[in-house]
């Protein structure tokens, strides 16, 4: 039976925190919300001063290239004590962080046309993202309402860098050729004759602003033909976990700003012409040979030096 790799995952971290709020008798957490009520006011003014905002979308995810959600607890009916209501509230607080978070991950992608037939794989894959993402959470803020009793507490993993969420993911799927060809498949590799290219690139911006494009954690970039221009193989391990596959902005000029982080000084910049899934791309067959011939003196798609502009 055909499933997506990335609903595996979260069926496994879902669990876990379900059974524990259960055990908690906590209600359902909040709905995301980017304010938070007066009863919080710390809480705001920590985002603020810390620069954070709480995650709203997948897109806004990797653009901030970290997750951060909120969740808000009670504290346990046999509490008998000020200190036991704040700490069973705290971690009833946390728990539900770690839901926001499981049940959010549920739609970032790995890649858009991934299906694992498998079982056996399937799992393997599963055993070792659970155990990079649970390592990777950390409570970065806690708050508690001794009024009304109830605690709030953030929880922040990384998309990429050390113990982020695609870390584990990368490590496994770019190390282990069997999971590679499971994930990514064996799409023929574009190999064009190469053209003169006068300047010289030491980058690439792809601006998806015209079509339904949405980050994963692999993004792929084809020709019209379906030959593979840029995926994780193109990249070098070190690399991908630490950095990803890109940067992901909303407009050219903020694309530029973010690859220059990255020591890219003169970006090529082309436009998608279409997709393959909703995160591969494709471009014209004059881009693609551009960017392969660009590509071999600049390589930066070894270096990850690309950009997506999405709406």
């Given amino acids: 039976m055909k499933k997506q790799l990335i609903v595996a995952v979260l069926c496994l971290i879902i669990g876990f925190v379900s059974s524990?709020?259960?055990?908690?008798?906590?209600?359902?957490?909040?709905?995301?919300?980017?304010?938070l009520d007066e009863r919080f006011q710390k809480a705001n003014?920590?985002?603020n001063q810390n620069n954070l905002s709480?995650?709203?979308?997948?897109?806004?995810?990797f653009m901030d290239d970290y997750i951060l959600v909120m969740g808000e607890g009670l504290p346990s009916p046999t509490a008998k004590t000020p200190?036991?209501?704040?700490?069973?509230?705290?971690?009833?607080?946390?728990?539900?962080a770690y839901r926001q978070l499981a049940e959010f991950l549920d739609g970032v992608a790995i890649v858009g046309d991934t299906l694992v037939k498998d079982a056996e794989l399937q799992y393997d894959i599963v055993r070792a993202a659970v155990a990079g993402f649970i390592k990777g959470v950390q409570v970065v803020h806690k708050e508690y309402n001794k009024?009304?009793?109830?605690?709030?507490?953030f929880v922040k993993i990384g998309m990429t860098g050390p113990n982020g969420f695609a870390q584990a993911m990368y490590s496994k799927i770019v190390g282990d050729p069997k999971i590679k060809k499971a994930v990514i498949g064996d799409k023929p590799v574009y190999r064009p004759k190469p053209v003169l290219v006068e300047e010289k690139y030491d980058g690439l911006i792809i601006d998806a602003t015209q079509q339904n494009f949405r980050?994963?954690?692999?993004?792929?970039?084809?020709t019209p033909k379906g030959e593979v221009l840029y995926d994780p193989s193109k990249i070098s391990q070190k690399v991908l976990v630490e950095q990803g596959c890109g940067e992901y902005t909303n407009s050219v000029d903020k694309a530029k700003a973010a690859l220059e982080s990255r020591g890219v000084k003169n970006a090529m910049i082309v436009t998608a012409i279409g997709t393959v899934s909703t995160s591969d791309l494709q471009v014209s067959d004059t881009d693609a040979v551009n960017i392969f011939s660009a590509n071999q003196k600049g390589s930066f798609l070894a270096a990850a030096k690309v950009a997506f502009v999405l709406k």
């Fill in 20 to 35: 524990v709020s259960a055990q908690m008798q906590q209600p359902p957490g909040p709905a995301p919300s980017a304010q």
């Fill in 45 to 47: 003014q920590w985002l």
């Fill in 83 to 96: 200190a036991q209501q704040r700490l069973t509230a705290e971690r009833a607080a946390t728990v539900m």
């Fill in 215 to 222: 980050p994963a954690l692999i993004n792929r970039i084809f």
């Fill in 54 to 61: 709480i995650t709203q979308s997948q897109g806004q995810a």
């Fill in 147 to 153: 009024e009304e009793g109830s605690a709030l507490v």
